[in-house]
């Protein structure tokens, strides 16, 4: 948020509160002198009162706001910063005993072939996950068109109608209410 937002909101809450409470006022004037005041003077009297209230509200938010304090950042400058002399280092001393260190001979040469192994080999013909992608047990093209005019081929299941078994049931239930 920008200052100038902040400022529209805390403005908007200072009116808001100054405006409940002049009308509270009001409402309490207007009950507290019902049965003294008649009505017409009664409503003048109120609102006198709340629109006296809220100014007086109003008035003193805002010699509050003009009072607040505002503190300024100084700007900061990048140059300002020491270099640290005495920086942390890590030396072997800090290392692990068990941890994995890879040495040059770990390195892979440029003549060298980077070989991978294939571990969907070793996993066994149970496994449905793997056997999903498996080519031998792909079907081939002809098969699976076979497979599709077979399925054209079959006549469609008749959908049961159960509408009007449906429209009795509730006829039925409609003359039980009664």
Do not use: K, W
């Not at 100054?18 to 003294?36: D, E, K, R």
């Not at 400058?77 to 890879?102: G, Q």
């Not at 892979?108 to 996993?123: K, P, R, T």
């Not at 497979?147 to 159960?162: F, L, S, T």
């Amino acid at each position: 948020m920008n200052v100038g937002t902040i400022n529209r909101i805390e403005t908007g809450v200072e009116r808001g509160s100054a405006g409940l409470f002049g009308a509270s006022v009001g409402y309490a004037g207007y009950v507290g002198l019902g049965a003294i005041v008649s009505p017409p003077e009664l409503v003048v009297c109120a609102a006198a009162g709340g629109i006296f209230a809220h100014l007086l509200c109003s008035r003193a938010l805002q010699a509050a706001a003009r009072g607040a304090r505002q503190f300024h950042v100084p700007l900061f400058n990048v140059a300002d910063i020491d270099a640290i002399d005495d920086e942390l280092l890590l030396t072997d001393a800090d290392r692990l005993s068990d941890e994995l260190v890879l040495t040059d001979a770990d390195r892979l040469h440029a003549g060298e072939a980077l070989v991978l192994n294939d571990i969907l080999a070793e996993i066994g013909p149970d496994s449905r996950v793997v056997r999903l992608f498996d080519r031998s047990a792909m079907p081939t093209p002809g098969q699976l068109r076979s497979r599709i005019e077979n399925y054209r081929d079959q006549a469609p299941q008749p959908v049961p109608d159960a509408s009007q078994a449906l429209s009795e049931a509730l006829a039925e239930l409609r003359r039980s209410l009664r």
